[in-house]
């Protein structure tokens, strides 16, 4: 095997691994609303759950990414791990229909479905013909980079540490631990499938004895993302991805042990077809629905058994996280930007929290610290601010473009209103009152008249807004702009009467200001939610 033949198995790999990613891409972002409809339809029957998640890996085409996305619902506390059980079962089989793409032989018309897929992507100005485009180009690039592998590979027939190497693979052990990292490394069953499938093609592997316990340990070798991607989040997330771990695990234990006892199970794959590529697609098939109905009934000894290696400790998880944005679900924008929404009513909630806790004058004396929610805010608005930027808007139906809109410009304008809290916090905790006992009482009088007047106006107006915010109803209410009005005028007003009844101080002014800033910052996102589109 000569260095080019290395390089056209590593162009290969990278075509097929790129296919494959621009394929499932394509085919998420046809479905990503329906998947959301989907989810929203879950009940607790774990078989539901199951074909639910068969459904979404043979849509997006990855059970490793179905799994992760599930362990990001959980972290978000939007799914329970009972639910989560019959997804991460199913996902597995779904990976059997790519599978069988793999034995068609449709090779000489590659090059035009990657033309075609191409003029699509590039040319097509409607949303749908592009995606379709990117599934169609990355269809084609996933055969053209199989093609390459299995031509760069046919030297290897003749190699006698191949031959070695394929003879040990007979042995369980050696088979599934190939496999296994095989897997772990290129972090794709499916991908696996298809490199020994080339491998067949270019006669290295020549009896499915060779590549049986391969394919098992393919299987245990995805544990090792949805592993990676538990280590950020709660208890319930790690438990999960720990049930994903036992089931493949137990699965391959179980085939590995019906493969060396004098069943006859690869003899009766065998029996199928004659043809190895063939014989291996259906022994992954029946490995992995096989493996869904025996174990599926015993989800609850897996739960178990996932909830002992994953203690009952307190969950370590730290203060700032993001609860409902998940990056591992990025491959469904439809998706992202409703959690991007839910985050910013989160944050909505903690601004409210922080108003009533920044203007009661007692509280803001007595307290050492400014406003509880002042860091995670913070931390909040910057991460969604964040998610915003990476979101890619042109991808987005039209209605979800509009919504990424609005978020950019209402988690700013929550930004601003904490700002103005903490700003009439710090003003009242040093409030630098007279020394004479008479003025004192006559300014701290004055000041609780002032906020006693105007701030459960605007609590009414925080309150008001995020109630209009939470049910969605943008443009079915035509009272709320023009009773947020009415309210910001009889702040203003308020804060123009008042200043004669306070002290010309700076802390005065600043107050007013403040609180002035508050009812517009409020009345602007309103405006921005009730725009006609």
């Not at 996902?91 to 191409?118: H, K, S, W």
């Not at 609860?323 to 909630?349: A, G, M, N, S, W």
């Not at 009005?485 to 009467?497: A, D, G, P, S, Y």
Request: glycine fraction near 6%; charged fraction near 20%; aromatic fraction near 10%.
């Amino acid at each position: 095997m000569t260095i080019y033949d290395i390089f056209f198995l590593l162009g290969g790999l990278g075509l097929f691994l790129y296919g494959m990613s621009l394929m499932s891409d394509g085919l998420s972002l046809i479905a990503g609303s329906q998947l959301k409809k989907i989810l929203q339809r879950l009940t607790r029957n774990k078989w539901f759950g199951a074909l639910l998640g068969f459904i979404i890996t043979a849509i997006i085409q990855s059970s490793t990414a179905t799994t992760v996305m599930v362990l990001g619902f959980i972290d978000s506390s939007l799914m329970n791990l009972s639910q989560a059980t019959g997804i991460i079962m199913g996902a597995n089989a779904g990976t059997t229909l790519t599978g069988i793409l793999f034995t068609f032989n449709i090779q000489d018309i590659v090059p035009f479905v990657i033309f075609i897929g191409t003029i699509a992507t590039l040319f097509m100005k409607r949303k749908a013909f592009n995606h379709m485009g990117m599934i169609l180009l990355g269809f084609g690039l996933l055969f053209l980079g199989l093609n390459l592998m299995s031509v760069s590979m046919v030297p290897l027939r003749e190699a006698p540490l191949m031959a070695e190497l394929f003879t040990h693979t007979q042995m369980p052990l050696v088979g599934l631990l190939v496999g296994f990292a095989v897997t772990a490394l290129i972090q794709s069953s499916t991908a696996s499938v298809g490199i020994l499938l080339t491998m067949v093609t270019a006669g290295i592997v020549v009896d499915l004895h060779q590549a049986i316990f391969i394919l098992y340990g393919f299987n245990v070798g995805t544990v090792v993302t949805t592993l990676l991607a538990s280590l950020r989040g709660n208890k319930t997330a790690k438990r999960a991805a720990m049930v994903h771990v036992w089931f493949n695990i137990i699965g391959a234990l179980i085939f590995t042990v019906l493969t060396v006892l004098p069943f006859g199970f690869v003899s009766l794959i065998q029996n199928t077809s004659e043809n190895i590529a063939l014989q291996l697609v259906y022994a992954h098939i029946v490995f992995n629905v096989a493996t869904l109905f025996i174990l599926l009934p015993l989800s609850r000894f897996i739960i178990a058994l996932a909830e002992k290696s994953i203690k009952n400790t307190p969950d370590g998880t730290a203060q700032l996280k993001l609860k409902f944005i998940d990056r591992r679900l990025l491959h469904t924008p439809e998706i992202e930007v409703e959690h991007i929404l839910k985050e910013i009513q989160r944050t909505f909630e903690l601004v409210q929290e922080d108003f009533v806790e920044g203007t009661n004058v007692q509280s803001v004396k007595k307290d050492n610290i400014i406003l509880t929610n002042e860091t995670l805010i913070n931390y909040l608005v910057r991460e969604i601010n964040r998610t915003l930027v990476n979101l890619n808007t042109v991808d987005l139906k039209d209605s979800y473009a509009i919504s990424v809109g609005r978020a950019y410009k209402i988690i700013n304008y929550l930004a601003q209103i904490e700002a103005c809290t903490k700003d009439i916090a710090l003003t009242l905790k040093d409030y630098d009152y007279s020394e004479e006992e008479v003025d004192k009482e006559k300014n701290e009088l004055a000041i609780k008249l002032v906020m006693e007047a105007i701030v459960p106006l605007i609590e009414r107006m925080l309150n008001r807004v995020f109630m209009f915010f939470k049910d969605k109803k943008y443009q079915e209410e035509e009272t709320i702009l023009y009773e947020i009005e009415k309210l910001e005028r009889e702040i203003f007003n308020l804060t123009q009467v008042n200043r004669d009844l306070l002290r010309a101080d700076f802390e005065d002014i600043r107050i007013l200001n403040n609180l002035r800033k508050v009812s517009t910052d409020i009345l602007h996102i309103v405006e921005v939610l009730d725009y006609k589109v």
